[in-house]
């Protein structure tokens, strides 16, 4: 992984799109097309952070609490994206401590969700080879916890890469940018890139570990003849789930070498494969994971169709929610 970078640092690569001085309607076109959907998932995210909020029954079960917790990061994460994005397209300059913050915000964020996705496959694990436990173990008091704790590994990275910027850089905060906002202009010495790697690798290899063995423990189970079946599907379609999103957040690391890949060979339409690279492999997967999740289950789906609709579906009818 010696060329990963954490998800939203490849909108600075993005920040060609104005230093080729690209025509300005073909600037404003781009731009439109990424805010656009942009814009609509924010909705979307915003019903279902308040369809979580609205019940008390998503508000005092574990799996609706840490489903709230990524949804909560990838929203913020997906701002922050985005606010770089349109200032490179704009081509508008910030001081310098304005984009630190933004840029340590999107580091902060952009580590949370691989460790949700943990934590949410640990709850699975917990409900299906212990359920007797389940509900001593996995409590909203515990789960706040556990969230609290992925917050501070999470802001390990960001407070390091913080101290390095303050001690090694010395560039001052309180002038503006010669340059747009990103990542790659904020840090320029090497050792970033390599506390970056360090954290990724640790951080991907541990989360996969963890949704791959839950998965592997839940197989074994389903293998038991008491073993309540259509339970434990759902368990594992759940850890499965978890799986896909990890690898797609994975995936997003290889931009940068794509990137780079493109610019060495200077093709023509370079600018615009790494636009539609970006929407893809960072956008997209940021926006459809979350939707996803949530549309599979029934009882959070009947209430976001509701508030989607804004009440102009039927009144949603209780559904009773499973401890599994």
């Known amino acids: 992984m010696s060329n990963t970078t954490p998800p939203f640092q490849l909108l600075s690569n993005n920040i060609s799109l104005t230093n080729?001085?690209?025509?300005?309607?073909?600037?404003?076109f781009m731009g439109f097309l990424s805010v656009s959907p942009c814009l609509l998932f924010?909705?979307?995210?915003?019903?279902?952070?308040?369809?979580?909020?609205?019940?008390?029954?998503?508000?005092?079960?574990?799996?609706?609490?840490?489903?709230?917790?990524?949804?909560?990061?990838?929203?913020?994460?997906?701002?922050?994206?985005?606010l770089l994005y349109i200032l490179a397209v704009?081509?508008?300059?910030?001081?310098?401590?304005?984009c630190v913050v933004i840029v340590l915000?999107?580091?902060f964020t952009s580590a949370v969700s691989p460790l949700n996705l943990s934590v949410m496959s640990l709850e699975r694990y917990v409900a299906i080879c212990y359920p007797l436990r389940h509900a001593s173990i996995v409590t909203p008091r515990t789960t706040g916890v556990v969230i609290a704790v992925v917050w501070i590994l999470c802001s390990l990275?960001?407070?390091?890469?913080?101290?390095?910027?303050l001690v090694l850089e010395s560039m001052p905060l309180d002038q503006f940018m010669q340059?747009?906002?990103s990542t790659s202009e904020l840090f320029h010495l090497k050792i970033h890139n390599q506390v970056d790697n360090v954290f990724i690798s640790i951080v991907f290899m541990t989360v996969g570990f963890i949704i791959i063995y839950s998965y592997i423990a839940m197989m074994m189970v389903a293998k038991s003849a008491s073993?309540?079946?259509?339970?434990?599907s759902k368990a594992r379609n759940t850890v499965l789930l978890h799986l896909i999103q990890l690898g797609l957040s994975l995936s997003s690391t290889l931009v940068p070498t794509i990137v780079s890949a493109l610019k060495s060979r200077a093709m023509d339409k370079a600018t615009q494969i790494e636009y539609i690279v970006f929407i893809i492999l960072i956008i997209l997967p940021r926006c459809l994971s979350p939707l996803i999740y949530g549309l599979r289950d029934k009882a959070f789906r009947h209430i976001l169709?509701?508030?989607?609709?804004?009440?102009?579906?039927?009144?949603?009818?209780?559904?009773?929610?499973?401890?599994?």
């Open 179 to 181: 340059e747009f906002c």
């Open 157 to 165: 990275n960001t407070i390091i890469k913080l101290v390095m910027l």
């Open 105 to 107: 915000v999107a580091i």
């Open 305 to 324: 169709m509701y508030h989607l609709t804004c009440g102009l579906r039927c009144a949603v009818e209780p559904i009773k929610i499973s401890g599994y």
């Open 20 to 28: 080729q001085r690209l025509a300005v309607p073909m600037r404003t």
């Open 90 to 98: 704009a081509g508008l300059f910030v001081i310098r401590y304005i």
């Open 227 to 232: 073993a309540d079946k259509d339970i434990n």
């Open 42 to 82: 924010l909705y979307i995210n915003t019903i279902m952070l308040y369809s979580l909020k609205s019940k008390p029954m998503f508000r005092e079960t574990s799996r609706y609490i840490l489903f709230g917790n990524l949804l909560f990061a990838d929203t913020i994460l997906l701002l922050t994206s985005q």
